[in-house]
């Protein structure tokens, strides 16, 4: 639940400042108020820290601290950073409940954000500015804000350019009067690969909260972002080859520039960026002339997109959802369509996507070992998994001519093990097949299929049996009567 995700989260923050011991717990319990507070006002800063970390350990196993705010607020006047990291984290927790007390704090925020010896402290005053999301705090923010995008340091620089998408959320129009939009786009020209990287994902999030792209594109800009995918963390890879997408090419050659220096990030081991490298070259190679490299190109996307696969269910599954619109523009890029065969170990969301992707790759070819493997499907004991797998077999024999004839065997075939199911979908294929090329089926063919049909009971199935009975009632024996018992089944349902 969202409250147990919020408790683990809190958890996570007491282990991250050091707050491990069940002794917080324990002590908060029997310890009044007002003796925290004493310990809160003291002037011994070891004691002084004891007490916030007990303040917040109480607050995070679910007890009401906020009759504290002012003395804990008072605390903020330190030198240790370990003590405004608390104290910080009990503002943000506590700003929209006492948020006439956090004006309080504006002004120790302002000086830590302009504090000179220290870059750790002034990212942490601005990025604790911008979590407390109250439109007459962030008012004060501005200022600050604009300094620390211009700051010396990069990690100023990289926590302030996230901190306008958190402005943003909580007042749009405060980001577009000061013109922050504007620092962030000369961000990215930053000689810091983490602070460009950064600046893209907050101007990727306006816009897609905007509806309105914000990223402006120069020769200079793109080579800072294809420099900076080399150097900076692999999420900052990811927002920036998202950016990258967004670029129009000049011309072809631009686009294989492009292209050849993104293609490496193919072989990365975080899936997210292996994805978003190949939604760029995909979206380049529209502008590629060249038939030969995008021939090429497209074969160098294979392996790496099927390396995926070996992922847990879960990545297989968006890898999947991602390659199945892939092979929609470009069905050419996998030659074997083995590699989605699938497996009795895969869950029923891999199973079923895999079975879409194999329908979409299925060529004049391939076609003949397809349909075996899912003539085995058919048989398998998920149902839902076998239907699918029917209905693929009588899709691949309606679209591709070559295969018809196959289908109608492997379906005739599958039609011998007698289950229930198989009837059903069987006797719908099929009557698909058979509309489309109804020359293809023998008289051999025909009263074979029909004396297995004939105890369908679904209503698609009934449809389709009643079709072949009448499409084709010369080759079938008594098949007025056959006709008349399913319209006599039909009128007693």
Known sequence: ??????????????????????????NAR??????????????????????VKQVIATMT?????????????????????????????YIINYAKSKADMTIMAINT???DAHEPTSPLLRALAVRTMGCIRIEKITEYLCESLKDALA???????????????????????????????????????DGNAIVVSNAIASLLEISSLTGKSYIRFNSNIMQKLLYAINECSEWGQVYILEGIARYQPVDSADAENII??????????????????????????????????????????????????SNTPEIQYVVLRNVSFIVEKRRNIFDQPKVFFVRHSDPI?????????????TTGKNFDSVLVELREYANWLDIEFGRKAIRTIATIGVKIEKANKRALEVMLDILKSGSDYIIEESAIGLSEILRHFPMVATEAFIKEAIAKIQTVTEPEARAGYAW?????????????????ALILSLIHI
């Open 468 to 484: 072949i009975l009448g499409e084709y009632n010369e080759h079938i024996p008594k098949a007025e009567e056959l006709l008349k």
């Open 109 to 111: 925020f302002r000086k």
């Open 61 to 89: 196993y679910g007890k009401d601290m906020s009759m504290l705010f002012p003395h804990v607020v008072k605390c903020m006047e330190t030198s240790s950073i370990e003590i405004k990291k608390l104290v910080y984290l």
């Open 349 to 361: 969301f891999v199973k079923l996507e895999k079975l879409e992707i194999l329908n979409k790759i």
């Open 30 to 51: 029997n310890s009044e108020m007002s003796e925290l507070q004493d310990q809160l006002n003291s002037l011994k800063p070891d004691e002084k820290l004891e007490a």
């Open 1 to 26: 639940s969202a409250a147990a995700q919020d408790v683990y989260k809190r958890q996570g923050l007491l282990k991250l400042f050091g707050i491990m011991t069940s002794s917080y717990f324990q």
């Open 260 to 309: 050849e220096r993104v293609i490496p990030r193919l072989s990365h081991v975080n899936p997210a960026v292996v994805l978003a490298a190949a939604k760029v070259v995909l979206k380049f190679l529209d502008s590629v002339t060249s038939t030969e490299s995008v021939k090429k190109t497209t074969k160098r996307l294979a392996a790496p997109l099927v390396t995926l696969l």
């Open 151 to 189: 700051d010396i340091d990069p990690y100023v620089r990289k926590t302030a350019a996230m901190c306008v998408t958190k402005l943003f959320l909580t007042n749009p129009r405060l980001v577009k009067d000061n013109g922050f939009i504007k620092l962030l786009q000369d961000l990215l020209t």
